[in-house]
């Protein structure tokens, strides 16, 4: 199989996980709030750092990338 259509399939696979997990989420994906990231609100100043987003899309795109190589 030719580079280019492992390539076509790769990212046609991620565009119909995307889709569904768009469709099933609502539309709505709740990237950036989910349970493990940091938020702190005080009176005058507010510091959020989304690490369980960070984390996640790190792991897709490893997950991506380590199937290019292949």
């Known amino acids: ?3 280019i259509s492992k390539f076509l399939i790769i990212i046609g ?6 889709g569904l997990v768009w469709h ?3 539309g709505n994906i709740p990237l950036g709030r989910l349970p493990g990231d940091i938020r702190i609100k005080n009176d005058n100043s507010s510091f959020y750092f989304p690490i369980t987003t960070c984390l996640i899309i790190s792991a897709i795109l490893s ?4 199937l290019f190589k292949k």
């Not at 997950?63 to 380590?66: A, D, F, G, T, V």
Request: overall charge neutral.
């Open 1 to 3: 199989m030719s580079p």
């Open 13 to 18: 696979t991620v565009f119909i996980i995307a």
């Open 24 to 26: 099933f989420s609502g």
């Open 63 to 66: 997950l991506i990338s380590y």
